[in-house]
Structures are given as C-alpha cells and as structure tokens.
C-alpha cells in the first residue's frame, strides 16, 4: 500500500480526476438551450462535490507523504549527527586522558632522571587459578626490554615485572601472581617487608606482606612500597595499601594483607623501566 502512494502515483491520480471531472462538465454545460443546462448544472453539482472531496482527499494524503518522507530525512539527518558527536565526543575523551597520563608520566620522570622508560600497551591480560599474566607490545625487536624489568602505570605504581622477551611482544607476571617477590617499605615508618604473591590471596586479588616481627609498626592503611633493595625494582614503586595485619598460624610473627595500588586487568597503557640507578 506504501509503495502505492508515492508522490508521482498520487499526482497521476489527481490529475486524472481533474480532467475527468473537467471534461464531464464542460460537455454537460457547454451546448444546449436553457433548460438543458440548467438540469446539466443540477445533475453535475454531486459530482462536483464528490470530485472535491476526493482532490481534498487526495492533496492530504500528497501531504501526508511529503511530510513523512521530510520527517525520515530529517530523523536520518539527526541519527548523523548523533553518531558524529559521540565520534567527536570519544576521540576528545580518549586525548584527554593521554594527555593526562602525559602530564603524570612527564612528572613521574622529572623526579626520577634516573629511569629509562618504555612505553607500552597492555595488549592481553590472562588469569587462571595459579597465575595472573599480562601481555605487552614491546619485544627485543622494538625496545631494549628484558626479564626481570619493572612494569609501571604513568605515576609510578608497580603493575608487574617482564618474565618473557619475545620479538614483538612480552609477557610479565601482575604483582599478585604467586612467582612475584619484591623487598618492600611500610608506612611513614619505613619498616622492612616482603611484597608476595600467594595462592589464597592471589584469588582475592590481594597479596601478602611477609616477614613482619612483633615489633614492627603496620598499621591499615599504610602504603606499601618497593625497598630498592636487590636490585630487581627501583626504590619508591607504589605496591599498594595494608589491609590488615594478622599472626601467622604458628603463632611466631606476623603478615599483612594488601591491596594492590594498580588491580591486575586495570591498566592499559603502562611504562617499562629498562634501566635506573640502583642502590
């Protein structure tokens, strides 16, 4: 029915009964003597009427047509203009951000000259029940990576470390795998840890920190980070945050429990410290 009334078949239409009508009155009125046209000009008015009532109806429907195909355009139009503006919006949103992780990271260095850095993208995350991976778009093709460098966010937070050299890519190992170690430092007191991965916690997205004394301060709340000490990370890497300290089953010392600065599938865009000044 749709396809029926289109512009060109409604203005056939039209037309054809405006000539038909035309010429049936012309030829009922145009000759004859009085009464003749007279009864012509009787019999012709119902048809008059009923052939204006149908071009009325006809020039809605003409109407009616045009301005729904305007309103589709229009729609299609705006449907357009939307998708251009969220297009504008996304590109605008995703420099935003690299800029703000520029600013970080130009700050981040300006602390530390020391460092070499990398930058890196994050091209997979992998996690199964004995490992939390990554991996990364640097290899020994494209970067001077090797295992055992530190990966870290734009402002300094510790993601991982490189435990594979490929040619293009590399894969490391979260902060929370079980195979992660890190000597670290708790607190504005500065007391002495281990950062490690552990089975149990591992799942929870959490880590341990080993070897506390009964006398060393650790309290909720306090700041996890890398000690420097070894070699294997620069000093200063935010780990993350205590959680709470507890006894060991043994009843002999202490560990605590942390919640990591940078979760593991968080990170995106991270920074390979290749070289720094260690201690």
């Known amino acids: 029915m749709k396809s029926f009334f289109t512009k060109q078949n409604i203005a056939i239409v039209l037309a054809a009964v405006l000539i038909a009508v035309v010429a049936f009155v012309s030829t009922g009125t145009g000759r004859g003597d009085g009464a003749i046209t007279e009864w012509g000009a009787r019999a012709t008015r119902p048809l008059k009427s009923a052939s204006s009532a149908i071009a009325r109806t006809f020039e809605t429907i003409y109407g009616y047509m045009y301005e729904y195909e305007k309103v589709v355009a229009e729609n299609e139009a705006l449907k357009q203009t939307i998708a251009d503006y969220r297009q504008d919006y996304r590109e605008y949103t995703e420099v935003s951000e690299e800029n703000a992780r520029l600013r970080a990271l130009l700050g981040f260095v300006a602390r530390?000259?020391?460092?070499?850095?990398?930058q890196a993208t994050i091209n997979m995350w992998g996690a199964s029940n004995w490992s939390s991976t990554f991996t990364v778009s640097r290899g020994s093709s494209n970067s001077d990576i090797k295992v055992g460098d530190a990966v870290i966010t734009e402002t300094g937070v510790l993601v991982g470390r490189i435990t594979k050299v490929g040619a293009t890519e590399s894969i490391g190992v979260s902060i929370i795998?079980?195979?992660?170690?890190?000597?670290?430092?708790?607190?504005?007191?500065?007391?002495?840890?281990v950062a490690t991965g552990d089975f149990r916690y591992m799942r929870e997205g959490l880590l341990k920190l080993e070897y506390l004394t009964d006398d060393t301060t650790v309290l909720a709340g306090d700041t996890v980070v890398t000690s420097g000490k070894g070699g294997m990370f620069p000093e200063g890497l935010v780990i993350g945050t205590v959680q709470g300290v507890m006894k060991n089953s043994a009843g002999i010392g202490m560990y605590g429990?942390?919640?990591p600065e940078s979760s593991p599938g968080s990170a995106s865009f991270v920074y390979i410290v290749t070289d720094f000044e260690r201690i």
């Not at 530390?112 to 990398?118: G, P, Q, R, S």
């Open 112 to 118: 530390h000259d020391d460092y070499t850095i990398e």
């Open 177 to 193: 795998d079980t195979t992660f170690s890190s000597g670290a430092l708790i607190g504005e007191s500065g007391a002495d840890g």
């Open 257 to 259: 429990i942390i919640v």
